[in-house]
């Protein structure tokens, strides 16, 4: 039903919806099929609470350049950073394959922009007891020329900007949710990040068909969005080390 559920995303976020605040309401009745089922648990933002902490690890491939566009900076999001509903135009959806989750999905506080838990989303904080480490964000800022080149698309300055996550010296390669440096809130290179790790996979994403590969923590990578209500946004998801993460101090993050 997981492997279900991923394929139909998988076909759906590449659809070009017409008006992005439709995105979430347009796949009500498919999320209801699937809530009849009584084994996904609560709907919440394109999430189900019974597998929430694996669905949350969803990435945009960038290899597969679709209609992507970038965040809006004159409407409310379209759903919170957590969700794959939150990302923009047509675009090719990926999930970090499930193995053993080390984190604890505890609670959420939604707000729905009309009656049904199926449709859209004024607001949704979650949180998540789980690992945590701090790490720094490294990347070359697009040339000028580049940016201001009409050819160039959203999608393309993706792809072409390679994020890192920098700990100890050791470096890993982030996949990003958005353009870091072409939003109204950009992620400046050298920015302090929080990677929250939520599962432990014998293989990487990148090599899963190889036999001999250590351990890797994969998880979300965070920004604070308010200091004083300890608030953090979504960025990116990244695979890292275990070492990232000794000695295993675990917090309570929320996530908006």
Same mark, same amino acid.
Request: hydrophobic share 45%; proline share 5%; aromatic share 10%.
């Given at each position: 039903?997981?492997?279900?559920? #991923?394929?139909?995303?998988?076909?759906? $976020?590449?659809?070009?919806?017409?008006?992005?605040?439709?995105?979430?309401? !347009?796949?009500?009745?498919?999320?209801?099929? %699937?809530?009849?089922?009584?084994?996904?648990?609560?709907?919440?933002?394109?999430? *189900?609470? +019974?597998? +929430?902490?694996?669905?949350?690890?969803?990435?945009?491939?960038? @290899?597969?350049?679709?209609?992507?566009?970038?965040?809006? @900076?004159?409407?409310?999001?379209?759903?919170?950073? *957590?969700? *794959?509903?939150?990302? =923009?135009?047509? *675009?090719?959806?990926?999930? %970090?394959?499930?193995?053993?989750?080390?984190?604890?999905?505890?609670?959420?506080?939604?707000? %729905?922009?009309?009656? /049904?838990?199926?449709?859209?989303?004024?607001?949704?904080?979650?949180?998540?007891?789980?690992?945590?480490?701090? !790490?720094?964000?490294?990347?070359?800022?697009?040339?000028?020329? =580049?940016?201001?080149?009409?050819?160039?698309?959203?999608?393309?300055?993706?792809?072409?900007?390679?994020?890192?996550?920098?700990? #100890?010296?050791?470096?890993?390669?982030? $996949?990003?949710?958005?353009?870091?440096?072409?939003?109204?809130?950009?992620?400046?290179?050298?920015?302090?990040?929080?990677?929250?790790?939520?599962?432990?996979?014998?293989? /990487?994403?990148? &090599?899963?068909?190889? &036999?001999?590969?250590?351990?890797?923590? &994969?998880?979300?990578?965070?920004?604070?969005?308010?200091?004083?209500?300890?608030?953090?946004?979504?960025?990116?998801?990244?695979?890292?080390?275990?070492?990232? %993460?000794?000695?295993?101090?675990?917090?309570?993050?929320?996530?908006?």
């Amino acid at each position: 039903m997981l492997r279900l559920w #991923d394929e139909l995303l998988g076909h759906y $976020c590449q659809r070009d919806i017409t008006k992005h605040s439709d995105r979430l309401p !347009a796949i009500s009745g498919v999320a209801c099929a %699937f809530g009849g089922t009584r084994v996904f648990g609560e709907y919440f933002g394109g999430i *189900w609470s +019974a597998w +929430a902490l694996q669905l949350f690890l969803w990435y945009i491939d960038s @290899e597969e350049l679709l209609k992507l566009e970038p965040p809006s @900076e004159d409407e409310s999001p379209l759903a919170p950073s *957590w969700s *794959w509903a939150s990302v =923009r135009g047509a *675009w090719s959806y990926r999930r %970090f394959p499930v193995d053993a989750c080390v984190a604890t999905f505890k609670h959420c506080n939604m707000e %729905f922009a009309g009656p /049904s838990s199926l449709g859209a989303m004024k607001k949704g904080i979650i949180t998540v007891e789980g690992l945590v480490a701090k !790490a720094t964000i490294q990347y070359d800022p697009l040339p000028l020329e =580049r940016q201001h080149d009409p050819d160039f698309t959203y999608a393309e300055r993706l792809k072409a900007q390679k994020v890192e996550l920098v700990k #100890d010296g050791e470096k890993v390669e982030m $996949c990003q949710d958005f353009v870091l440096d072409a939003v109204r809130s950009l992620v400046n290179s050298g920015a302090v990040v929080i990677c929250l790790g939520l599962q432990v996979n014998k293989y /990487s994403a990148v &090599q899963a068909d190889e &036999q001999n590969q250590p351990s890797v923590m &994969q998880g979300l990578v965070l920004r604070i969005v308010k200091i004083n209500l300890a608030l953090f946004s979504r960025i990116g998801v990244f695979q890292s080390p275990m070492a990232w %993460f000794e000695p295993g101090e675990k917090a309570d993050i929320a996530i908006c």
